[in-house]
């Protein structure tokens, strides 16, 4: 004879939040991806009640464009230049703020306030901060390029971009390194300083490879931000000029207003697996450095 255990609420209650959590998330994401994926195949443009199954048409329309080679020139620039300006500073202040020093709160939050601020008021700030301040020092001391203004030139302005991002980014990447930091042991750097460990021992031997969680998860977040970056684009440049920080949001929201519904997704497609490329190869590099370490 079978005996029936009574329900318990307490058991189940994990299951019935999650559940629903993760079927919002699948709709959301997965689902979404997949019907992006599947409209990059047709010549839908987002109205229409009926489309046309193309096949790869749009994927070989985008290669064909100078377009989408000027995005990925200026997306792999603006990647490089952010991922490592953004994580070196950050190391570099996370150790500053780790240290037992005045005013460490204050410091600390300081060095947050970007990232609570909105993206596209600093785009804005920086923006006017070129077009007012630096044209004005360039007329004065004679240096043509500051006269013009960075962002009017095509050489400059991806380079002057990549550093708006770079001190946006550096906030919230700071404190997660800044968190990685607090979380090693005393005990274990004052037993290696006591054994003769110098700063740059600890940071290398110790340190470094006890904070790689926290540089993979830094380095994937600043990866995804870099490449899918729309907010300090639109405040700055709006792509220009000439196609010169055209990035892939913005080649995306552009072909969108143009009704090129279909042709966006295929941009989405193509962004998706320059970054999945990207994040990949970082992982499997770190991870192979982790266990050397």
Not at 15 to 26: D, G, Q, S, T
Request: charged letters at 10%; a positive charge; hydrophobic letters at 55%.
């Amino acid at each position: 004879r079978m005996i029936k255990r009574p329900f318990d609420i307490w058991k189940a209650a994990p299951y019935m939040v999650v559940i629903p959590c993760m079927a919002v998330y699948f709709y959301f994401f997965y689902y979404a991806a997949m019907r992006g994926f599947t409209y990059s195949l047709t010549d839908w443009n987002g109205i229409s009640q009926s489309y046309q199954f193309v096949g790869l048409k749009n994927y070989v329309d985008a290669f064909n464009s100078t377009t989408l080679w000027s995005t990925i020139h200026f997306t792999l620039l603006f990647t490089v230049i952010v991922i490592v300006l953004t994580n070196f500073f950050s190391i570099m202040l996370a150790l500053l703020l780790d240290k037992n020093i005045r005013c460490r709160g204050l410091f600390r939050g300081i060095f947050f306030l970007p990232a609570v601020m909105s993206s596209l008021t600093i785009a804005y700030v920086f923006q006017q901060i070129d077009y007012r301040l630096l044209t004005q020092i360039g007329s004065r001391l004679g240096i043509q390029a500051l006269a013009n203004g960075l962002l009017a030139d095509p050489a400059y302005a991806p380079v002057y971009v990549s550093l708006v991002q770079v001190w946006l980014s550096t906030a919230l990447t700071t404190v997660i390194y800044l968190a990685g930091l607090q979380a090693i042991p005393v005990d274990l750097l004052e037993s290696a300083r006591i054994d003769g460990a110098n700063n740059w021992t600890l940071f290398y031997r110790i340190k470094l490879p006890l904070i790689m969680p926290a540089i993979i998860i830094n380095l994937i977040n600043t990866t995804r931000t870099a490449i899918s970056s729309f907010d300090i684009i639109m405040g700055t440049t709006q792509g220009g000029p000439n196609y010169a920080t055209y990035s892939f949001a913005m080649y995306m929201y552009l072909m969108y207003s143009d009704l090129e519904l279909a042709y966006s997704c295929a941009i989405a497609m193509i962004m998706f697996l320059l970054f999945g490329a990207i994040a990949l190869a970082q992982i499997v590099i770190l991870r192979k450095r982790e266990v050397e370490m």
